[in-house]
């Protein structure tokens, strides 16, 4: 009997449409899953029994009325607990928002529904999706499934081990510094940010907002594809959604080519620091590449130096900014509203009992770069930065058509390891930065197993704005030759829960 958690969202909508086995039969494969393995691996916050199984029947019905059912009726998926979605609890992975029921669903989360996906429940993550490892979480870390004393990248930690643990064939992240695509690349998943205003923002609780972007997260590259497809799209409700048509990239994922492609690799993203086991596989995919006929040109882009000190300052910026909300009289948490303390008292012990120690180191850090004397020293510099980061990524895609790189210098780092040292956790994130700082679109897909220690090793595609669907045309070229090389996907070599 076919395990129905083993297949992709592609083969699982297939077998649906086809009669062969019911949405409800998927529902509650993917159920059984997650109440079977999920103490383990602490993927999930809230698991939505009744809601999916609920949309897993309205899909039946459809059917057995004859209607048209979509690429992805009837697929399970993880959301990640940073959109709203009504009815069902939304945490953002923090104590400030316990319990709180959100009474209208983020855009996405309406454009999930639309297309009849089956949400199965909300994922871990870093508290306000400020982390690399989901050890931010408020309510406890998230294991990798490839090694459970590991963590599976952040601060989408919880949405990538669903995929690797098979508790979901789909997923959904946010990606403001790398965030979606540094938990695929630990995880052994595919991650894609869209270009900056691809999938809207509105509903989802705000870390950096002129960072911050929703993106589709999946096992194959088609799986990404169709759901990227479904979720984007112009949105009047947010402000930075770009009215432009979606690139084609259910059509590139189906046709993965690279011949004639000329792809640059950055000088900068290698060197102290980087794991000897992730350049090879980076190296050996770069050769991959030549080998599909794609011309690969070394090139330098010198202001990515300076990426990560520079968000490091935009993203607390905006953060102090956006958590301002926060205050304990509108909704969440509220302490000390005993009837003797003033409004200023109160809103100064919810934060202190709501937010955890990196948001209020990001929120402290933020505000001191944007207050009087300092705000051109140096929120002002970063922004300047920025400018020459998108200038350097202007002139790259001048010369080739992507750009690619290991998504992380290493593979999962032990839990706890980097606990106690900000900067060491920040640098997971090194590669993944730049995209974000000027709005490209960019993938992790598996590119092989360290030697050193048997994870997972991502390569990181990159592309211009709105050209996304060359993500996708790379990224299944490389997926499939990788496929016929190792002689199965990457993911059968995780261990069995």
Known sequence: MTDLTRLTAAETAAKIASGETSAVEVAQAHLDRIAAIDEKVHAFLHVDSEGALAAARAVDDKRARGEKLGPLAGVPLALKDIFTTEGVPTTVGSKILEGWIPPYDATLTKRLKAADIVILGKTNMDEFAMGSSTENSAYGPTSN????????????????????????????????????????????????????????????????SSLDQGGPCARTVLDAALLHEAIAGHDPLDSTSIDAPVPPVVEAARNGDVKGLRVGVVKEFAGEGYQAGVMQRFNESVELLRELGAEVVELSCPSFTYALAAYYLIAPSECSSNLARFDGLRYGLRTGDDGTRSAEEVTSLTREAGFGPEVKRRIMLGTYALSSGYYDAYYGSAQKVRT???????????????????TTPTTAFPIGERADDPMAMYLADLCTIPANLAGNAAMSLPCGLAPEDGLPVGLQIIAPALADDRLYRVGAAVEAAFTTRWGHPLLEEAPTL
Not at 173 to 181: A, F, K, N, Q
Request: hydrophobic residues 40%.
């Open 145 to 208: 499934p490839w090694d459970l004393t590991r963590i599976p990248g952040g601060s989408g930690g919880g949405s990538s081990a669903a995929l690797a643990s098979f508790q979901a064939p789909l997923a959904i992240g946010t990606d403001t510094g790398g965030s979606i695509r540094q938990p695929a690349a630990v995880t052994g998943t595919v991650g894609v940010k869209p270009t900056y205003g691809g999938v809207s923002r509105y509903g989802m609780v705000a870390f950096s």
């Open 388 to 406: 020459l980061i998108t200038r350097d990524f202007e002139r790259a895609f001048a010369d080739v058509d992507v750009l690619v790189s290991p």
